[in-house]
């Protein structure tokens, strides 16, 4: 009877080049369009990152977030132009929410994985800092360093999967925060790093390790000279205040997320939080659902997400937050996929219902979509903060 509302049969690479383009070409689009043109100039925090990126000097005595400022370095010698400065953060963006693609695709599937990915990269935050040079998208890197370990242990290239698996590690230290992670990933994932470590020879396992030593050595010798660059890399504020005033920075921290942030930034549309009400929903049921299935992965996620938050409440930096936007839509994916689920099981045979479901959830991504679209594509350039602060040549 509802035979008339089923999926017309599509080839195979059809259905992949459909797959690709309803994903890929709405992110293109918002991290790419009108770049240098969407504001008059730039902001003081990108000059501050194009002058800390100006020399290899400048990179090894202040080596917080290195591998932006040394891939800005690179650009610097081709373009000083915004677009070209952008151009390379957007990027960057898009690299990571392509890693983020492919976790999501690997846990749910490829249904809700592209619709996972769509909210994660129409964060409203996200779509206005991902394109600014100031490599505040490096905290993404997360989400990078997992996609290559999973990759590692399904690949037939071994040793190349090795190799930049490694090198993740090691670029990951120079990022605030992700030295902490790195520790808990390995107590997490240590049964199956050794199981991938046993599985490979040794001609194959040794560069891995020995990639990640070269690269942290110009940390370790910056280090030596001033031991003091290892505070932000440990999200160690330069002053403490009293235990009540931290309390409540953290506490500000967390609200920014789903409520409001603390003071006004110069990516947000007055103090809009991170996350719309859709992702905090999804969110909550993703965690639920989670803890119930699977508790390890979930007690992972919290763990950065405390980490973003207490960072970025101790040391007053809200944009710390990016940090734990990955494992936020994580959690976005598993409650989405569970409302999914539980439609299709309550509706095992009905096309009919099966097609409301999937209408019903192309059209939140959308309305997300148009969200993001219209807030950093259209309100946010035409405030007159941001029109008085994005003014630097």
């Not at 383009?21 to 730039?42: D, H, M, N, R, Y």
């Not at 400022?69 to 081709?78: A, D, Q, S, T």
């Not at 031991?227 to 500000?252: A, E, Q």
Request: net charge positive; hydrophobic share 55%; charged share 10%.
């Amino acid at each position: 009877m509802f035979d008339w509302l089923r999926m017309p049969r599509l080839s195979r690479p059809s259905r992949r080049l459909l797959n690709y383009a309803f994903v890929w070409v709405p992110i293109v689009f918002l991290f790419f369009w009108k770049l240098e043109s969407l504001t008059p100039g730039l902001s003081t925090n990108e000059i501050v990152t194009r002058q800390a990126s100006g020399s290899l000097s400048n990179i090894f005595h202040n080596p917080t977030n290195a591998p932006f400022k040394l891939l800005e370095y690179g650009i610097l010698h081709i373009s000083h132009s915004p677009w070209a400065l952008r151009g390379m953060a957007s990027a960057i963006s898009v690299i990571f929410i392509f890693c983020f693609w492919r976790v999501a695709v690997d846990w749910f599937g490829r249904f809700v994985g592209a619709l996972s990915t769509l909210l994660f990269a129409s964060t409203t935050w996200l779509s206005v800092d991902g394109r600014l040079a100031d490599g505040n998208n490096w905290l993404l890197a997360p989400i990078g360093i997992l996609a290559l370990f999973l990759w590692l242990r399904r690949t037939e290239h071994k040793f190349v999967a090795n190799i930049l698996f490694w090198l993740s590690l090691g670029l990951a230290a120079y990022v605030p925060g992700l030295l902490w992670l790195e520790l808990v990933g390995i107590f997490i994932a240590r049964k199956r790093l050794i199981v991938i470590i046993r599985e490979l020879r040794t001609l194959k396992t040794l560069p891995g390790p020995l990639v990640y030593i070269a690269t942290i050595v110009p940390l370790a010798w910056s280090l030596v000279g001033n031991w003091r660059n290892i505070k932000p890399l440990l999200l160690i504020p330069n002053h403490f205040n009293n235990w009540l005033t931290s309390l409540k920075d953290v506490g500000h921290a967390g609200l920014a997320l789903v409520w409001q942030s603390p003071v006004h930034l110069p990516y947000l549309v007055g103090r809009w939080p991170m996350l719309s009400i859709m992702q905090v929903i999804l969110a909550v049921f993703g965690i639920t659902v989670m803890w119930e299935r699977a508790r390890r992965i979930a007690f992972g996620i919290l763990v950065v997400l405390l980490l973003a938050v207490v960072g970025a409440g101790l040391n007053q930096a809200w944009w710390l937050l990016f940090l734990g936007l990955p494992s936020l839509t994580v959690l976005e994916a598993a409650g989405l996929r569970h409302l999914y689920l539980e439609w299709r099981t309550i509706f095992p045979r009905n096309p009919l219902a099966q097609s409301l479901a999937t209408i019903v959830l192309l059209a939140l991504i959308g309305s997300q979509l148009a969200l993001a679209g219209y807030y950093s594509l259209s309100t946010w350039p035409n405030l007159d903060t941001t029109r008085s602060s994005y003014v630097i040549k």
